[in-house]
């Protein structure tokens, strides 16, 4: 053999030591080495020779290693049976305990039974009677009840599994939080352990320790920031409710804000408010809709109250005469016996009273009033009075298409039911009001037809004055100091009398309900 054919046959034995090195470090990974035992025993089961070791008994694989007081070990198959103080480790980042164990070194899956702890280290406890560790998987799953456990929170679920290399945990059926603030139910949600964050993947209750209650479908909540982002939820205090479609909750700030299809209801208050964004600041006891933005309060007897504006307030306090709800730009309000508008209106509970600002308008049945400002005063949930403050006017139109009308410094109209049974003038009071008279018609020996037609109208200046209701409309006056008053004949009425200074009839802006209400009330 000369230099070059040594040389080559040199080379082909290296490498066949370095390739069957590879292979037998590859083979021993895949198998599970018994390191220790303090006493071994060869037996046969069913045809099948097994070790039967007692005594701190050690195996490994990879970097997992198996500490229990007693186990079978089948060779041939790669698997072993381990019972007493069973102890999986697996690098630096996974612990488990448990009283029972079989591991299948081909699959490299540990099924683990009664008393099972599995510990992610640094980060959290899980506490089962039956899991199953898949190494390749890095997933520990537990079925029949497990509990997952940190320094936060403790989660307990029926079905789970724990993702090892991302720290989540995803619970199924029968789901139980608990922490300090909270307790929780669902049937499917999941938890980084690392972040602290709980994601909700399916309808999920929250109740709080301070009173707070809330439902959601889906969404996150950081437990250590206290931070939520959730969809489709209601939230709950104990004078509040809030609904929307995206809800951010901050209960370090006591913030909370919705987004799209928004509902807030002020329980002591019983009316709703409605739009398409809202927030409620619980510290500073505000809470703000706006965009298609309306309110709904029912009274005793079903009547809803409705009042849209661009933006609604509503302001909590104390003190109950600081309670208010506020309204601005575009306001428009609808009642089965009300209907208004206004610039900007402000509700006070106490009072049980409505303040319209800037070009105040309402219509009661058929009577338009006006005024540089009105107050309407509620009694049981129903208008009990209107004020009409400065250049007050109220006026309608008869059967006859005359407009009748009222005029004076300040008007105050009182409510008998559902329709104004009188109104007071107090100061330069003025009235117009058309006298109307049946008459009857022969047309033949057997046919009378009734006819209405007017006879005049009757003029009154009076600083203050009277003017009694019946269903609605004008039917006599009063008058108190020194009344001047006169019937003018319908024929000698001239056109530019028949109105007193500053009418307008402003029927064409009485508010539609659809105007008024954005949405169907919930």
């Not at 009235?431 to 006819?451: A, C, G």
């Amino acid at each position: 053999m000369n230099y070059q054919q040594m040389n080559f046959a040199s080379k082909s034995i290296l490498l066949f030591l370095i390739l069957a090195g590879i292979v037998s470090s590859g083979w021993a990974q895949k198998r599970v080495q018994l390191k220790k035992a303090d006493n071994a025993y060869g037996s046969m089961k069913d045809g099948e020779r097994f070790d039967r070791l007692i005594g701190n008994v050690v195996f490994e694989q990879n970097a997992t290693t198996i500490y229990c007081d007693s186990a079978y070990f089948f060779r041939s198959k790669n698997q072993l049976e381990a019972y007493g103080r069973v102890h999986i480790t697996e690098g630096d980042s996974v612990d488990i305990t448990a009283l029972g164990l079989t591991y299948d070194g081909n699959t490299k899956v540990a099924k683990l039974r009664k008393k099972v702890v599995f510990v992610k280290l640094g980060l959290a406890r899980l506490y089962t009677d039956f899991l199953d560790y898949d190494r390749v998987k890095n997933e520990a799953r537990y079925f029949n009840g497990g509990k997952l456990v940190d320094t936060t929170n403790t989660l307990v679920s029926k079905k789970g599994y724990y993702d090892v290399p991302v720290n989540v945990a995803s619970f199924k059926t029968d789901v139980v939080g608990e922490n300090v603030d909270y307790t929780l139910l669902s049937d499917t949600l999941q938890y980084n352990s690392k972040t602290r964050v709980i994601y909700f993947r399916d309808t999920t209750r929250v109740k709080g320790k301070d009173g707070k209650t809330a439902i959601y479908k889906g969404g996150s909540y950081n437990t250590i920031q206290k931070l939520s982002m959730l969809e489709s939820g209601d939230f709950e205090t104990p004078n509040y409710r809030m609904r929307g479609n995206q809800n951010f909750l901050d209960d370090v700030k006591k913030f909370y804000r919705s987004k799209g299809s928004v509902a807030m209801t002020s329980k002591t208050e019983k009316l709703t408010v409605y739009g398409d964004d809202g927030y409620y600041d619980r510290k500073a006891g505000i809470s703000k809709v706006y965009g298609n933005a309306f309110m709904a309060k029912i009274d005793d007897d079903g009547d809803t109250l409705f009042l849209s504006a661009d933006t609604l307030i509503s302001i909590e306090n104390p003190n109950p005469k600081k309670k208010r709800l506020l309204a601005y730009n575009h306001v428009k309000i609808y009642k089965t016996n009300l209907r208004g508008s206004a610039d900007s209106l402000a509700y006070v509970s106490a009072d049980s009273i409505l303040y319209l600002y800037h070009d105040p308008i309402l219509w009661t049945e058929d009577n338009q009033m006006t005024a540089d400002s009105i107050r309407v005063a509620l009694k049981n949930k129903k208008i009990d009075k209107i004020y009409m403050i400065t250049n007050s006017f109220v006026a309608s139109q008869d059967s006859m298409k005359n407009f009748n009308q009222i005029k004076g410094r300040k008007m105050t109209a009182y409510f008998d039911g559902r329709n104004i049974d009188h109104v007071l003038v107090l100061g330069n009071g003025e009235s117009h009001y058309f006298v109307l008279e049946e008459k009857d018609i022969i047309k033949t020996d057997s046919l009378l037809v009734k006819l209405m037609v007017t006879m005049g109208m009757n003029k009154m200046i009076c600083s203050d004055m009277r003017i009694n209701f019946v269903k609605g409309r004008v039917n006599n006056v009063s008058f108190y100091i020194k009344p001047d008053a006169q019937l003018i004949p319908i024929h000698e009425l001239k056109k530019e009398d028949r109105q007193l200074k500053g009418f307008t009839w402003r029927v064409k802006e009485k508010p539609l309900r659809s105007a008024v209400v954005k949405r169907k009330p919930t």
